[in-house]
């Protein structure tokens, strides 16, 4: 699973460098950018045979900046969280467990399935799924 996730921040680095447009929640990754990137990291996971993968929208009150954040939840026992660092508070890596101190200044509001159709947006359409094809074709030819 590392090593999937490791091939995806690389393609999906490279897309962020190199694409003419990207969607107001790409533009100033890592910030804002936690709800799209959650949702492509575990459709790429579940591609990649990872069965038990799921985004999870999180809420608190205890950061200087944002109460809403989102990650990654393999197993109920991993999360991978490629946005974290955005945060002064946070300390570590992108790969953690479910019990990381960061993490649990965080309270679940939602888990969801990854579906492509989660990556669409009101005004900005379907600028992520393209963005998130892109980022595939990376991979396939990696």
Known sequence: ???LVEKFCSAFEDELNSSEYLD???C???NGSCEATSQM???YLQSGGIADVVYTKNETEQLKVGSIHYWVVV???VIIDLTAHQFDEFKGTHVCSVD???HSLFRQLSTSVPNKESLWRPFTCDSNIKF???VMVRLERA
């Open 41 to 43: 990291l575990a459709l």
């Open 100 to 102: 990381s101190e960061f």
């Open 1 to 3: 699973m590392i090593e």
């Open 75 to 77: 197993e109920n026992k």
């Open 28 to 30: 100033s990754f890592p």
């Open 24 to 26: 107001s929640e790409l």
């Open 132 to 134: 998130f094809e892109r």
